[in-house]
């Protein structure tokens, strides 16, 4: 049998089946209608639409003259809401508590009751103390679009050419994506009885994101903002101007401000020729 293993919809773009990624790579300017079908509505596609289908339908040209429209836009993103973490104080607090909690549990000869705790004075001091990593290492980020879209056509031929452009930075410094896209569609009627439809359309995509080893998913930054959130608030990120050492061995907050980074392209191209006939 035949089962589906991902919980995504099935999508199809001017009646071809696409993946996820080709839908992600349509620009808004690029899409006419979009609908969604679910249950029985999708049983036409088989076990594929268990999920759900997304159709989608591109723009298409239109008799009369070439018609030009061109847009732009730009736009900012920030974090909504930032996990709150403990103060150095508190985590202070929080590792004798442990380290107590150890030795009432294992004894005094257990490892943990080796530990330092900290003194009075060092947690009065660390009241004073409190250096927000993830709050130093965080930017707005900004993404710009810019769009340029030609139709017209007669009775016989009729075309779309779309051309955009994104730019987006990311939270961190030295993360930041541009994408660049081209489609092409026309329609047309050869005979009385015969029409056809061409489509294609051309992708690419440049990335670059700041090189840390701890960041192991890919294009996902998992490490270097767990890093950063939970650095203990009492190590400061520089001293006399020397990056400080963490307990990762990696001062993450040295390592977005140093611009080293690894880049990853990719293209992406695809064409589709369908023939139909006229009542």
Same mark, same amino acid.
């Given at each position: 049998g035949t089962f589906s293993t991902t919980d995504d919809p099935l999508y199809v773009i001017d009646g071809f089946i696409r993946d996820v990624d080709a839908f992600n790579r349509l620009d808004p300017s690029e899409i006419e209608n979009i609908s969604v079908l679910k249950d029985a509505s999708a049983a036409i596609y088989g076990v594929r639409g268990a999920n759900g289908v997304v159709l989608v339908e591109t723009k298409k040209g239109a008799v009369g003259a070439p018609q030009i429209t061109y847009s732009s836009?730009?736009?900012?993103? $920030?974090? !909504? #809401?930032?996990?709150?973490?403990?103060?150095? %104080?508190? $985590? =202070?607090?929080? &590792? +004798?508590?442990?380290? *107590?909690?150890? !030795? +009432? %549990?294992? @004894?005094?000869?257990?490892?943990? =009751? #080796?530990k330092d705790l900290f003194s009075d004075s060092e947690l009065e001091k660390l009241k004073s103390i409190n250096y927000d990593w993830a709050k130093l290492g965080w930017?707005? =980020? !900004? +993404?710009?679009?810019?769009?340029?879209?030609?139709?017209? @056509?007669?009775?016989?031929?009729? %075309?779309?050419?779309?051309?955009? *452009?994104? *730019?987006?930075?990311?939270?961190?410094?030295? &993360?930041?994506? +541009?994408?660049?896209? &081209?489609?092409?569609?026309?329609?047309?009627?050869?005979?009385?009885? &015969?029409?056809?439809?061409?489509?294609?359309?051309?992708?690419?995509?440049?990335?670059?994101?700041?090189?840390?080893?701890?960041?192991?998913?890919?294009?996902?930054?998992? @490490?270097?903002?767990?890093?950063?959130?939970?650095?203990?608030?009492?190590i400061e990120p520089y001293i006399d101007g020397y990056p400080v050492n963490t307990q990762s061995g990696i001062n993450v907050l040295e390592l977005l401000n140093s611009g080293s980074y690894k880049s990853s392209k990719s293209q992406n191209t695809a064409s589709a020729i369908s023939l139909g006939l006229l009542p």
């Open positions: 836009s730009f736009g900012t993103s $920030q974090g !909504i #809401k930032m996990p709150e973490m403990m103060s150095a %104080y508190e $985590q =202070a607090v929080s &590792l +004798n508590d442990l380290i *107590y909690q150890e !030795i +009432n %549990y294992a @004894g005094a000869n257990s490892d943990m =009751a #080796k930017q707005n =980020a !900004i +993404n710009t679009r810019h769009t340029l879209n030609v139709s017209g @056509g007669t009775e016989d031929v009729k %075309y779309f050419v779309g051309g955009n *452009y994104l *730019y987006a930075n990311g939270n961190f410094k030295g &993360l930041n994506m +541009n994408r660049f896209g &081209l489609r092409f569609g026309m329609d047309v009627k050869f005979t009385k009885y &015969l029409s056809g439809t061409f489509s294609s359309d051309f992708t690419q995509r440049d990335t670059k994101t700041p090189k840390n080893q701890l960041d192991t998913e890919g294009d996902r930054m998992y @490490g270097t903002f767990s890093e950063l959130v939970r650095t203990p608030r009492w």
